[in-house]
C-alpha cells in the first residue's frame, strides 16, 4: 500500500494521531515525489482534519526544499499557505518574496498584500491563493462560486472598497460581493476554461462543437475531470448543444471518442470517459488488454471489437500473432456444455477467417454443415454481426436452410436477425409459402411469441409488402395484438418493456396507427375493437375516450349506443331491502349522527383556546364527513331504481342474475349480481359494478371470460325471481 492510500485511509478513519504518525515518518523521505505529496495536501485540504492539521503545515517545507519541478514546488507552497493556521514569520517571508518575484510591479501590488494578510502578519492563511485571484479577478474575467451560483463573470472591482461586482449564470441579478466572501466562495477560471467559454461565449463553443466535437470534450475532460454520458449531457445538452439535437450529436461525437487515442473509454454506461495524459496508439492498447485478457468469451469481444472499429490494428504482425496464440486454444473447446463450447469455436472460427483467410478459408462453413442443435449455439452468441454471419453461411451452404430459417424466426430474439430470415425466405419460391402458413401461425397463437408479433405487427403497420397485409387481414391482426397486450399485461414484469412499446405504438402521433388501422371498419368489428381495448390496463380513460371517439367517427352509429349506454349507468339499480337501509342510513345521519356531532362541537368549544384544542378539530373534521356522506348518499338515492322482474333479462347475465361458474379446473362457485347497497362478498352476492361482475355480464350460458389471468365458463344462471 502507498503512501497516498495509508493517508486517504486515515483521513477517511478521522484518526488525527496515527495520520500524524504517518505524516512524521513521511517528511523524513530522502526524495520526494511533488504530485504525490500535491495529493497529499489536496486530501487534508478537503478534510475534517485540515483545521487541525494547519498547526503543523509548515513541517511540509522540508518536504518542498527537496522538490525539484519547479511548478509542482509553487503548487505544493500555495497548499501549505491554504492550510497552515501558524502564521509563522517563516512563512509570511517565504509568501512575500513567492509573490514579488511575480507581481512586484502589478499595479496595487502593496495594497493587495495588506488584503490578504501579509503586511499585518496576522493572520494570512491562503495568502498565495488569494493574492492570485485578486489579480485574476479583472473585468472581463470568470470565476466558480463553489456555493451553487455557477461560473460568474467580473463586471466591476474596486480595491479600494474591496468588493467586486458580478454576472452568475445560476442567478438573476447581478451581486455584489466583498474579497472576504471571494475568498472564500471564488476558484479562478481562465478564459480558456470549459465553463468560461460555456458561459461567457457559447454561440462561438456551439459552432466549435459541431465542427470539431473531440476538440471540445477534450476540453471539458481536462478542466472538469472524468465524465460518464450521463454527465456529458447534463453539462453540455441544452448549453452547449441544442436538446433537439443532442442525440444525433452524441452519437457521432461518441464514435468518435472511441477512436481516440487520448481518451480512455468506459466499460459499462455507468464508468466515466478519462482523458489520458498522453495519446496511446491502438495496437498497443490491444496488446496490453489481450495480455490481461484470459477468459474465451471476453477475449472474442476483445478482438471483435478492435477489428471493426480500428482495422488498421491488424496490419501490426505481432499484434495478429498475438491474437492467433489467444484464439487457437479456444478451438479445443469445453465439452462440459456442448452448445456453449459450438458458440465459441464458431466465433473463434469466423474471426480466424476474417483476420487470417489464407490460413483458415471456409473453417466455419464446415463447423455449421452438420449441426443440428443451432437454436441453441445460436442463443450462447453474443455478438449480432456473428450470429448473422452464422445464418448466412447456413444458408449457403446447408440444403435444408428454409426449414431452420422458419424454426428460427419466432424464437431468435434480435429483430435485425429475424429480418434477414425473414428477407431469405421471402425471395425463395419454396420459403414463400411455407412463410406465409408460419405467418398465419403466428396470428392465431401469438401468446407464443409475443416478441415476434409485435415485430410482425409493425411490418404490417409501416404498410410493407408482407404476407397477410391487406385490409381485412389488418383487422384481424389489430384484434390479436390487443389480445396479446391484455395478456402479457398479467405477466407482471417478464413483458414491462414490450407492454410500454405496444401501447406506445398506438398512441403514437395522436393514435395515428389506430386512424389509418380502423378506417372502413365494420361496427361490429370497432365494437370488438373497444371491448377489447377496454381490457388493456395500459390505456387510461382518456385513451379508451379517444379510441371511442375514433370509432364513433368511422361508424357514427356507435354514438347513439353509447348515449344509451350512458343513460343506463346513470341509473343505480337496488332491491327494495337496499332502497329502505339507503333510507334509513340518510335518515340516521340528519336526524342522529348530525345532531350528536353538534352536541360535541359544543362542549368542545366550552374548553376554551380553539387553535390548541384537539378535540374541538376532531369534531369539525367529523361534521364535514357527515356532510359529505349525505350529500353523496343523497344523490345516490335520486339515481337508484328498485330492481323489477321486467327489468331482468332473461337471455344473458345481467344484474339480478344468479350464476354459476366455473374455473379451469372445474371448481363451481354461484354469484348473486345485485347493486352496490345489497353487495355481500360473504355471501357471493356481488355489486354489478364490480370489475368481476362487468367481466361476466353479457355472457350466457356456455361462454367463457377472463378475470385476473384466469379463464371461467358460465355453466348456468337464472333471475332472482325464478
Not at 509568501?95 to 507581481?103: C, G, Q, S
Not at 468518435?256 to 492498447?285: C, G, N, W, Y
Not at 490491444?286 to 495480455?291: F, T
Request: hydrophobic fraction near 40%; proline fraction near 3%.
Amino acid at each position: 500500500m502507498t503512501y497516498l492510500d495509508e493517508f486517504h485511509l486515515l483521513i477517511e478513519d478521522q484518526k488525527l494521531a496515527n495520520f500524524l504518525r504517518l505524516w512524521e515518518e513521511y517528511c523524513m523521505a530522502d526524495q520526494v515525489d511533488g504530485k504525490e505529496l500535491k495529493k497529499v495536501l489536496n486530501l487534508v485540504k478537503n478534510s475534517s482534519l485540515a483545521t487541525t492539521f494547519g498547526q503543523f503545515a509548515d513541517t511540509t517545507l522540508t518536504l518542498w526544499q527537496k522538490i525539484d519541478n519547479q511548478e509542482e514546488a509553487d503548487d505544493v507552497l500555495r497548499l501549505i499557505l491554504d492550510l497552515q493556521t501558524s502564521n509563522t514569520p517563516l512563512l509570511a517571508d517565504l509568501a512575500i518574496d513567492f509573490l514579488k518575484k511575480r507581481y512586484a510591479g502589478h499595479k496595487h501590488f502593496n495594497q493587495k498584500l495588506r488584503i490578504v494578510g501579509l503586511l499585518g502578519r496576522h493572520n494570512f492563511q491562503g495568502a498565495l491563493s488569494n493574492y492570485e485571484l485578486l489579480t485574476h479577478m479583472d473585468k472581463g474575467k470568470f470565476v466558480f462560486h463553489t456555493g451553487g451560483w455557477g461560473v460568474g463573470e467580473v463586471m466591476e472591482i474596486s480595491i479600494l472598497r474591496e468588493h467586486v461586482l458580478l454576472e452568475f449564470e445560476g442567478t438573476p441579478a447581478l451581486k455584489e460581493l466583498s474579497f472576504d466572501n471571494a475568498f472564500h466562495n471564488f476558484i479562478p477560471l481562465p478564459s480558456e476554461h470549459f465553463l468560461s467559454r460555456r458561459f461567457g461565449n457559447p454561440d462561438d463553443l456551439e459552432q466549435e462543437a459541431k465542427e470539431d466535437p473531440l476538440s471540445v470534450l477534450h476540453l471539458l475532460l481536462r478542466d472538469l475531470g472524468p465524465k460518464t454520458a450521463q454527465e456529458f449531457k447534463e453539462e453540455m445538452c441544452g448549453l452547449v448543444i441544442p436538446e433537439d439535437e443532442w442525440s444525433k450529436w452524441w452519437q457521432a461525437s461518441r464514435a468518435k471518442m472511441k477512436k481516440d487515442t487520448k481518451i480512455q473509454s468506459p466499460k459499462t454506461a455507468k464508468e466515466p470517459f478519462i482523458l489520458r495524459d498522453e495519446e496511446v496508439p491502438h495496437d498497443i492498447i490491444l496488446g496490453d488488454a489481450l495480455k490481461k485478457t484470459e477468459r474465451i468469451d471476453a477475449l472474442i469481444q476483445l478482438i471483435y471489437n478492435f477489428s471493426r472499429d480500428f482495422p488498421e490494428v491488424l496490419k501490426n504482425f505481432d499484434i495478429k500473432q498475438q491474437i492467433k496464440g489467444k484464439l487457437l486454444p479456444g478451438l479445443e473447446g469445453d465439452e462440459t456444455l456442448a452448445e456453449l463450447s459450438l458458440a465459441r469455436k464458431i466465433q473463434i472460427t469466423l474471426l480466424l477467417e476474417e483476420i487470417f483467410p489464407d490460413e483458415f478459408p471456409h473453417a466455419s462453413s464446415t463447423l455449421l454443415k452438420s449441426m443440428e442443435n443451432l437454436e441453441s449455439v445460436l442463443n450462447f452468441i453474443e455478438i449480432i454481426a456473428f450470429k448473422k454471419k452464422t445464418l448466412v453461411i447456413v444458408r449457403q451452404s446447408r440444403e435444408d436452410w428454409v426449414a431452420v430459417f422458419l424454426h428460427l424466426i419466432f424464437v431468435i430474439s434480435q429483430n435485425t436477425i429475424r429480418d434477414y430470415i425473414f428477407k431469405e425466405l421471402q425471395n425463395d419460391s419454396a420459403g414463400k409459402e411455407l412463410l406465409k402458413e408460419k405467418i398465419h401461425e403466428l396470428l392465431n397463437r401469438m401468446t407464443l411469441y409475443p416478441d415476434a408479433f409485435f415485430w410482425y405487427f409493425q411490418k404490417i403497420a409501416a404498410d410493407e409488402d408482407v404476407p397477410y397485409s391487406d385490409q381485412e387481414n389488418e383487422y384481424h391482426f389489430l384484434e390479436a395484438y390487443l389480445i396479446l397486450l391484455h395478456f402479457i399485461e398479467t405477466k407482471h414484469d417478464q413483458y414491462k418493456d414490450l407492454v410500454k412499446k405496444m401501447h406506445q405504438l398506438l398512441i403514437a402521433k395522436r393514435y395515428l396507427l389506430v386512424r389509418k388501422m380502423i378506417e372502413g371498419a365494420s361496427r361490429e368489428f370497432l365494437e370488438e375493437f373497444l371491448l377489447l381495448a377496454s381490457k388493456c390496463q395500459s390505456f387510461t380513460k382518456h385513451d379508451i375516450r379517444i379510441l371511442q371517439n375514433l370509432a364513433e367517427v368511422v361508424q357514427p352509429s356507435l354514438a347513439k349506443k353509447k348515449k344509451e349506454k350512458k343513460e343506463e349507468e346513470t341509473l343505480i339499480w337496488t332491491t327494495q331491502e337496499g332502497y329502505q337501509q339507503l333510507q334509513e342510513r340518510i335518515q340516521h345521519i340528519g336526524t342522529v349522527e348530525t345532531v350528536d356531532n353538534a352536541r360535541e362541537i359544543e362542549a368542545a368549544r366550552a374548553l376554551g383556546d380553539l387553535r390548541e384544542n384537539s378535540e374541538y378539530k376532531f369534531a369539525l373534521e367529523r361534521r364535514a364527513y357527515l356532510q359529505a356522506e349525505l350529500k353523496t348518499l343523497s344523490e345516490q338515492l335520486n339515481k337508484a331504481r328498485i330492481l323489477t322482474k321486467s327489468d331482468v333479462k332473461k337471455d344473458q347475465v345481467d344484474v339480478g342474475s344468479i350464476v354459476e361458474i366455473a374455473n379451469q379446473k372445474g371448481k363451481k362457485t354461484t354469484y348473486t349480481l345485485l347493486g352496490p347497497w345489497d353487495a355481500d362478498i360473504e355471501s357471493n352476492i356481488l355489486s354489478y359494478q364490480s370489475k368481476l361482475a362487468e367481466s361476466m355480464i353479457g355472457c350466457k350460458a356456455g361462454d367463457t371470460y377472463e378475470f385476473n389471468g384466469e379463464t371461467f365458463t358460465v355453466k348456468s344462471f337464472k333471475t332472482i325471481f325464478s
